[in-house]
């Protein structure tokens, strides 16, 4: 099981975050992410690995910014890997995903969106709602979130940020 973890307030987010994953670590350990926005920028940072490959990553350069999202990642679609560690991201690189659960039609909606002109580079399920939510993005992020999840089938928890709106944290979990 993955363990998400979100923060938008007025203090860094970074250590907060950190301090969570911690907290969640035993949820998960083939690797961790973590997705920071601050000044017109979004910075992932991805490891594979424990949590600790995670903390010493960013023990070298922080990530910066009143808004984030961490993961742990337990690997239900596609390997360990970099590529296929949380969060995901966009096409354009404006709105980062973390997901626990698992999309049932993600096989479907690759192939929808693949055919719509979004690239995929990871295996993994959760790429498509990345992709759903900047389909659906039109100024609100909490909009584009509950039409993406109209999309998918499954049961699942989703932390979505978007560097346009960079107070703003949109989480949504269902249950079926």
């Excluded at 991805?46 to 009143?66: D, H, R, T, Y």
């Excluded at 096409?91 to 690759?110: F, K, M, P, Q, S």
Aim: glycine share 10%; net charge neutral; charged share 25%.
């Amino acid at each position: 099981m993955c363990g998400i973890i979100g923060y938008a307030g007025h203090r860094d987010a970074c250590g907060i975050l950190l301090d969570g994953l911690k907290r969640l670590e035993y949820t998960g350990y083939d690797s961790a992410g973590m997705a920071v926005v601050w000044d017109g920028r979004l910075d992932v940072r991805k490891v594979v690995g424990k949590l600790c490959n995670l903390e010493g990553s960013l023990q070298k350069q922080c990530l910066s910014g009143p808004l984030g999202l961490a993961h742990t990642r337990w690997a239900t679609h596609g390997k360990p890997s970099v590529a296929n560690s949380h969060p995901h991201l966009s096409c354009d690189g404006r709105i980062a995903v973390v997901h626990n659960g698992i999309l049932e039609n993600y096989t479907e909606l690759r192939k929808r969106l693949i055919s719509e002109g979004h690239p995929f580079v990871s295996e993994t399920d959760t790429e498509a709602m990345a992709h759903l939510v900047e389909k659906h993005y039109e100024g609100d992020l909490l909009r584009a979130v509950r039409r993406a999840i109209q999309d998918v089938e499954g049961a699942f928890a989703f932390g979505v940020i978007c560097i346009d709106q960079p107070r703003n944290l949109a989480k949504t979990v269902t249950v079926e």
